[in-house]
């Protein structure tokens, strides 16, 4: 069955960078896209970006772009979401999830962004 | 970028009541729209993609129609399990795939 296993929770601090990982299992791997979304507390979700894990493309959100970075290691069948220069706003819960429109979902990550 | 527009914000129901949730798009997205269900402190649980088309295992009270801008998601008498929030979502692959706003379905 397809499980999406994500890293768990971060506390940063404002200006740093998070690397959040999702570990895929159950299928092809680089046969699909992932997603990353996001989901600040009690807001609506937003799309972070897709990277297709069999040749590396990725897409981002125009409002995120100059800060994160989606990558994914194929032999680790393993998704990763890098978001630099942290404030407040960030502080949220990051999914990743697989299939286009997202069918399968990670756990969710809670990242908290606090002096 | 495309902005998905959601009506209402909440909406009050009873168990057994018929419910539409409302999505529009600020420009044409196709049928490349998605609906979801969250329940608190879950992930989205996808319900319907292409628009009208019923993900596996979900049920047949659950249906969506339209097109282009506009589109609706009905619940057709509601259960205790429908309580919760519900998120539209374009996925054209050539533009952000933006959620709406969402819409949380309480207990009347």
């Known amino acids: 069955q397809v499980q999406l296993v994500q890293s768990g929770a971060e506390v940063k601090k404002p200006g740093a960078s998070v690397k959040v990982s999702c570990k895929a299992s159950g299928y092809s791997f680089t046969d699909y896209v992932m997603h990353w979304v996001r989901q600040a507390p009690g807001q609506r979700l937003e799309w972070m970006g897709w990277?297709?894990?069999?040749?590396?493309?990725?897409k981002y959100s125009q409002k995120l772009q100059d800060r994160v970075t989606i990558t994914r290691d194929t032999s680790a069948t393993t998704a990763y979401m890098e978001l630099s220069s942290l404030t407040s706003d960030d502080t949220a819960v990051y999914y990743c999830a697989r299939d286009h429109p997202p069918r399968y979902w990670g756990q969710g990550t809670l990242v908290i962004v606090s002096s | 970028d495309i902005q998905m527009t959601q009506s209402p914000s909440t909406l009050s129901a009873s168990v057994g009541d018929s419910v539409t949730i409302t999505c529009r798009a600020s420009q044409s997205v196709g049928s490349w729209l998605a609906w979801y269900q969250q329940e608190p402190g879950k992930g989205p649980k996808l319900l319907i993609y292409r628009a009208s088309t019923l993900e596996g295992g979900v049920p047949s009270r659950f249906s969506g129609t339209g097109s282009g801008t506009e589109f609706t998601l009905t619940i057709s008498s509601l259960q205790p399990d429908d309580f919760a929030t519900y998120y539209c979502?374009?996925?054209?692959?050539?533009?952000?795939?933006?959620f709406g706003g969402g819409t949380k379905v309480e207990i009347k």
């Open positions: 979502q374009q996925y054209n692959t050539y533009s952000p795939e933006v």
């Open positions: 990277i297709l894990a069999g040749n590396g493309d990725t």
